[in-house]
Antibody, heavy 118, light 111 residues
């Protein structure tokens, strides 16, 4: 079955760029939207962005000025870059598969904890 | 402050039934499908209900979903200790901040 795995540094300094990659295995990469969602410690879920395998994107307006999502179909991967990070960006970052019409996140990665600290 | 409003916590005894509400508006719940996610301690969220009331393969029929107007409800019958988790509702919001939105989450305690 389809599996998603996040990878990237667990510690990022304030004002620097957070970079994460999600690798999709065990199924089709095409025909789906791929998303990033985060969860600050002890808090709820916040959608960050999603990208279609064709490259079409949609961003959370509250983060749009600092976020870039990209896709590499040759590697079945998609990536997140969050610029100018602050302590409030500390969270578990999840990648997830989104099914468009119903806006459902049906498969999730295990999540990766990213701490913003000097 | 989440776009969708959920009670912070609910509790019930094993074997009992519990409902979790999710309140929104005409820009989200009323005109879009609602999904529900279960997050067991220390794990990633898992899809529980989609399209308001459909269950993915493998989800027992103890879990049900419904929607009416600007609110949605998750129901769980025959509560088990393994159901202790955080539950989140989600949908699309078509306001200025167009995109997926989630509720603040509800902690279910099985007493």
């Amino acid at each position: 079955q389809v599996q998603l795995q996040e990878s990237g540094p667990g510690l990022v300094k304030p004002s620097e760029t957070l970079s994460l990659t999600c690798t999709v295995s065990g199924g089709s990469f095409s025909s789906y939207y791929w998303s990033w969602i985060r969860q600050p410690p002890g808090k709820g879920l916040e959608w960050i962005a999603y990208i279609h395998y064709t490259g079409s994107t949609n961003y959370n307006p509250s983060l749009k000025s600092r976020v870039t999502i990209s896709v590499d179909t040759s590697k079945n991967q998609f990536s997140l870059k969050l610029n100018s990070v602050i302590a409030a960006d500390t969270a578990v970052y999840y990648c997830a598969r989104r099914i468009g019409p119903s806006d459902v996140f049906d498969i999730w990665g295990q999540g990766t904890m990213v701490t913003v600290s000097s | 402050q989440s776009v969708l409003t959920q009670p912070p916590s609910v509790s019930a005894a094993p074997g009992q039934k519990v409902t979790i509400s999710c309140s929104g508006s005409s820009s989200n719940i009323e005109n879009n499908y609602v999904s529900w996610y279960q997050q067991l301690p220390g794990t990633a969220p898992k899809l529980l209900i989609y399209d308001n009331n459909k269950r993915p393969s493998g989800i027992p029929d103890r879990f049900s979903g419904s929607k009416s107007g600007t609110s949605a409800t998750l129901g769980i019958t025959g509560l088990q200790t393994g159901d202790e988790a955080d539950y989140y509702c989600g949908t699309w919001d078509s306001s200025l901040s167009a995109g997926p939105v989630f509720g603040g989450g509800t902690k279910l305690t099985v007493l």
